[in-house]
């Protein structure tokens, strides 16, 4: 009896944060349920998110930092053959996991048609999406920015001079009078936004260069290792806000949403269609990918990561995860630092399966409730616009969503008809980002084990440094990647 209450306690412990998160979770549901119910004013949802805001703002606060120096550090003990095999594995995998998305995503759509029964007038909309070409060229742009220093708070964006015409659309059959939006320029200009790819591709640079440098590039290299711990420690602490993060977050969100009923009438067939591609992938596609890799319990692995998970739903942002993600993964599943601190960060970049069922869907939704003809064709080229479109897609809330008003400019339809998706776009947003990030931890895995060999063998020459522990008598002890005994700093410098 004593055993057994000594194990369940041992249990809440090792899950208390996972628990208090769930805790907050229903918390913030019910406040939101309650608020709404009393037709709150932005002053109280305002009150209601605002510790919400500051924990997203601590965990933000953290990511750039930890992004540099963990990719650096990550990056700095593989040699060059060994940097460029783990790339091309994890953009490989990424790339596969985003066609797939949106070739699931597109099978649903045509299948089920949840378009045949939400024909209905949609408001027009008011705004120049963005052209597919300035897309690749802003992804190009912000893959190798002039300036580090502004990478890590704006990126460069294309904007349009407009001017505004009267115009005559026909819209579910009927003639309208509608404003639209002429293009009568082009400009680059900046967006208040972090540029992770390109930041992650410079860190990568520097932690090769560092790698070439041998013993000159130690002392950079120990600087951002400590710099990586350091941020860790303090996420560590951190991270104990997120109960109360996620209840104020939730409760904002359920308390600021409108005219519930009604939308999801209109759109119940549409979620389902979206929800049955999220299922296919998190439930089926994701596990069975683990269980091949690993011969292992795939839900005894993702239920180690439920912590992150909860963090991406409460801010739709697989970004804001990255620190809890590593901490995890190298933690309970023992993933090698090499591999996590280069992979993870960019998977939150351009890892986007669950955005890809979203946008294809979306697209073909559109089509449908517009009475637009949806052949072999037109679903061909959904599939690959939203492929290498989803390379571009910020992690931000809401993102996906532009790049459906996008590339139905690209098909010429009318991008006004995307105006009837904002009602379900705070809940769908979450499960695409539920969706994205659990094919994005999967990715560490199948990264790791298709380049075991490599990690094993890929720094031998070098001896780099594997493991820096600060001792109570002031040697510092290294552990070498190939196992090899421990040796004191000054025999490893030695070697070096």
């Keep these: 009896m004593a055993v057994g209450k000594e194990k369940c306690l041992k249990i809440l412990k090792a899950n208390c944060l996972v628990l208090l998160t769930l805790v907050g979770a229903a ?3 019910i406040i939101g349920v309650v608020i709404r119910n009393t037709n709150p004013t932005d002053s109280t949802l305002m009150w209601v998110g605002i510790l919400g805001e500051i924990y997203l703002n601590m965990l933000k606060m953290m990511i750039v930092p930890l992004i540099v ?3 650096i550090t990550g990056t700095a003990t593989l040699d060059p053959k060994s940097n460029g095999k783990i790339s091309l594995v994890s953009l490989g995998y990424i790339m596969s996991t985003n066609f797939l998305g949106c070739l699931v995503g597109s099978i649903l759509c045509v299948i089920i048609r949840p378009g045949e029964i939400a024909k209905t007038e949609v408001k027009a909309l008011n ?3 963005l052209e597919t070409e300035d897309i690749f060229a802003d992804l190009l742009r912000n893959i190798f920015p002039d300036n580090l220093i502004s990478a890590t708070f704006r990126k460069t964006i294309t904007s349009y001079d407009t001017e505004k015409y009267k115009a005559n659309v026909t819209i579910n059959g009927t003639i309208v009078e509608v404003i639209k939006t002429m293009v ?3 400009d680059l200009s900046i967006a208040n936004s972090t540029n992770i790819l390109g930041i992650l591709i410079a860190s990568a640079v520097f932690g090769i260069a560092t790698a070439s440098t041998k013993e000159i590039g130690q002392p950079f290299f120990k600087f951002f290792y400590a710099a990586t711990e350091i941020i860790l420690v303090i996420l560590g602490k951190l991270i104990w806000f997120t109960p109360i993060g996620v209840a104020s977050l939730i409760g904002k969100t359920i308390g600021g949403t409108k005219n519930l009923e009604d939308d999801f009438s209109r759109l119940g067939l549409y979620i389902a269609t979206q929800m049955i591609g999220y299922l296919l992938f998190m439930i089926v596609a994701v596990p069975l990918t683990y269980f091949i890799l690993m011969r292992m319990n795939p839900f005894r692995f993702l239920f180690t990561v439920i912590h992150a998970f909860i963090i991406v739903f409460a801010t739709s942002s697989t970004a804001i995860a990255i620190p809890e993600s590593i901490r995890k993964l190298e933690g309970p599943n023992k993933l090698d630092r090499r591999v996590t601190r280069f992979v993870i ?3 939150a970049a351009i890892g986007r399966c669950g955005s890809c069922i979203y946008i294809s869907v979306s697209c073909l939704f559109v089509m449908q409730i517009t009475d637009q ?7 061909i080229l959904v599939i690959i616009l939203t492929t290498f479109s989803s390379l571009a897609i910020p992690s931000v809330t809401g993102a996906s969503l532009i790049t459906v008003i996008i590339l139905l400019t690209a098909l010429n339809i009318p991008p006004e008809a995307a105006a009837l998706l904002y009602s379900f776009e705070w809940f769908l947003d979450r499960m695409r980002s539920i969706t994205n990030y659990s094919v994005q931890v999967t990715c560490v ?3 790791q084990r298709m380049c075991l060999s490599s990690l094993k063998t890929g720094n031998k020459d070098d001896k780099t440094l594997d493991v ?5 008598n002031g040697i510092q002890i290294a552990e070498m990647v190939d196992d090899e005994k421990c040796v004191s700093q000054e025999t490893f410098n030695q070697r070096l």
């Design 27 to 29: 918390v913030g549901f």
């Design 69 to 71: 120096a963990s990719v």
């Design 127 to 129: 705004s120049v999406p």
């Design 184 to 186: 009568t320029g082009k």
């Design 345 to 347: 960060p960019l998977c």
């Design 373 to 379: 003809e949806v052949d072999a064709a037109s679903v």
């Design 445 to 447: 895995v199948f990264t």
């Design 468 to 472: 820096l522990n600060e001792k109570e």
